[in-house]
């Protein structure tokens, strides 16, 4: 069957002609002038000026444009004595950044020195992306052991600039 597949992203020729697929325009040139999907072999897909594109059951391609967040003006006292605290992060800690970090899990993972082929570990057959982080979390907590401190946690959220766990994270070190 021969026709043509349009989404919200990208339109697919299903003939054996390459086709140029693009989020704002199909009519995407290269750099030489030249339409890309003529530079395609034939059956080839080419995706161009995409973001977030997922392909298969568990590949994703994403570029990341993430807006640079400047710190809080203030630092309250309780964060600053996060980053001092050597105790070992507990599962609730661990729960509360998995449910707030969101897809900056990895870089986070980067931060607590995981590679990226473990971080792909953590992401097989769940179904969140909070999963996926508390698999890591709980992977780094038992293989670094009694170095698995809120304050290493605190620095790598820190330095993600995932200033809104480590606020949430005091509200949960805070007696109500």
């Known amino acids: 069957m021969s026709g043509k597949i349009q989404s919200d992203a990208v339109s697919f ?26 530079e395609a072999p034939p059956g080839s897909i080419v995706i161009s000026g995409s973001r977030n594109i997922h392909v298969g059951s568990n590949v994703n391609v994403g570029i990341k444009s993430r807006a640079i967040k400047r710190p809080p003006a203030h630092i309250p006292p309780a964060v600053s004595a996060m980053f001092r605290c ?15 970090l969101g897809a900056a899990w990895r870089d986070v993972a980067r931060r607590l020195g995981f ?37 290493a946690l605190v620095k790598a959220l ?17 007696p109500h």
């Open 115 to 151: 590679l990226g082929g473990e971080t792909e570990e953590f992401e097989y057959r769940v179904d969140s992306l909070r999963e996926a982080c508390f698999r890591m979390l709980t992977a780094w907590r038992e293989r670094e052991s009694s170095a698995a401190s809120l304050e």
């Open 86 to 100: 050597s105790r070992e992060v507990t599962d609730q800690q661990m729960l509360t950044t998995s449910r707030y």
């Open 13 to 38: 020729d299903t003939s054996s002609q390459p086709v140029a697929a693009n989020a704002s325009n199909n009519q995407e040139r290269s750099n030489s002038g030249t339409d890309m999907a003529s």
């Open 158 to 174: 820190w330095d993600e600039q995932a200033y809104d766990v480590l606020f949430k994270l005091v509200e949960l070190e805070t």
